[in-house]
């Protein structure tokens, strides 16, 4: 079945202690990249990558970090969490392509105390 | 820059009714246009897209959305509301050369009366 798997899907952590949400995708997409989702302003995009050690900011990038080492995975790290960072969280990867379907995982709450 | 407003934060139909959910973008091309559900605690889930063709799009679900270049409108569509489509839902629009970049509106969220 084609997954887009993120974890934790449920996190309360304290701020400025450093954690790293990951995701993994089986369907061999070449694109992935983050969102957060946030009361009143929908999705916004914070990082993406084309492809394998191709990573790149998206309209909010600050306090994020990213990684693609290989092709199914692709983390987000949050070096230093600040409450403003509490929010929900995707992952999302598509095949090149246009037309493509873009996929979604279910989603990390992240709560910062 | 490209943009999305849904204009309603909520909408409450009576099951059985008709549905409109309202989507109007700003992009100076033609707009790669899309609609997804999110149900609670879940993800999203595309209900259709619009790349070219056929201004009238069939979903899953039922859905249906009409592209309207003069107004810059893609509204989402239902003739029958069922309780379980009660969820949030967001139109998105991509271009600038990438289909994969989505703007999201702020989203619609759906109440279904009994």
């Known amino acids: 079945e084609a997954q887009v798997t993120q974890n934790p899907r449920y996190l309360i952590t304290v701020t400025g202690k450093k954690l790293t949400v990951t995701c993994s995708q089986n369907?061999?997409?070449?694109?992935m990249s983050w969102y957060r989702q946030d009361p009143g302003l929908g999705l916004r995009q914070i990082y993406y990558?084309?492809?394998?050690?191709?990573?790149d900011k998206g309209d909010v990038p600050e306090g994020y970090k990213v990684s693609r080492k290989e092709k199914r995975n692709f983390p987000l790290i949050l070096e230093s969490p600040s409450p403003n960072q509490t929010s929900l969280y995707f992952c999302?990867?598509?095949?090149f392509g246009e037309g493509n379907t873009i996929y979604f995982g279910e989603g990390s709450w992240l709560t910062v105390v | 820059a490209q943009s999305v407003t849904q204009p309603d934060i909520h909408i409450t139909v009576s099951e059985g009714a008709s549905l409109e959910l309202r989507c109007n973008y700003s992009y100076g091309a033609t707009p790669y246009l899309f609609w997804y559900v999110q149900s609670p605690g879940q993800g999203l889930q595309l209900l259709l897209k619009?790349?070219?063709?056929?201004?009238l799009v069939q979903g899953i679900k039922g859905f249906e959305a009409e592209f309207k270049r003069s107004q810059s409108s893609f509204n989402l569509r239902k003739p029958s509301v069922h309780w379980s489509d009660a969820a949030e839902y967001f139109c998105?629009?991509?271009?600038?050369?990438?289909?994969?970049?989505?703007?999201f509106g702020s989203g619609t969220r759906l109440l279904v009366r009994p």
């Open positions: 998105a629009v991509a271009g600038g050369g990438s289909s994969y970049k989505l703007i």
């Open positions: 619009y790349f070219s063709g056929d201004t």
């Open positions: 990558s084309m492809n394998v050690e191709v990573t």
């Open positions: 369907m061999n997409h070449e694109y």
């Open positions: 999302a990867s598509s095949p």
